[in-house]
């Protein structure tokens, strides 16, 4: 009798994977990577982003002074263009390395990190 119920524990055992929390855990790490990648990817485009309006806002103002116009409001709402940018800019860049930081302390895998962490300067082409 004994090594009936033996068997039919056995039995019953069977069909589930011997450590069904490692299937999840694997997906759920690969969903919080995938999660991680993706705000560095955002961090980055914004990081871009803030750079070229910066660029452009700068190339702007060079022109205004160039051409000694516009005056008044129109220079007034050149200079507000450069301030913003120039703070989304620093605030892109502050954040930046945090972000990257804090994906490496999520478990973010190295390989992963590699195209962000080691590229001080993330624009492309730098």
Request: proline share 6%.
């Amino acid at each position: 009798m004994g090594a009936w119920l033996a068997g039919l524990a056995l039995a019953t055992l069977a069909p589930f994977p011997a450590f069904p929390t490692a299937a999840f855990s694997a997906d759920a790490a690969a969903r919080q990577q995938a999660e991680w990648v993706e705000r560095l990817r955002a961090a980055q485009d914004r990081l871009h982003t803030s750079r070229r309006q910066l660029a452009e806002a700068e190339q702007a103002l060079r022109e205004q002074r160039q051409k000694r116009y516009p005056r008044g409001e129109e220079k007034a709402r050149l200079l507000d263009r450069f301030e913003k940018a120039r703070t989304e800019l620093a605030e892109a860049e502050r954040q930046w390395p945090e972000i990257v930081e804090a994906a490496r302390r999520a478990g973010v895998s190295p390989g992963v990190l590699r195209g962000y962490a080691a590229d001080s300067d993330p624009e492309p082409g730098s």
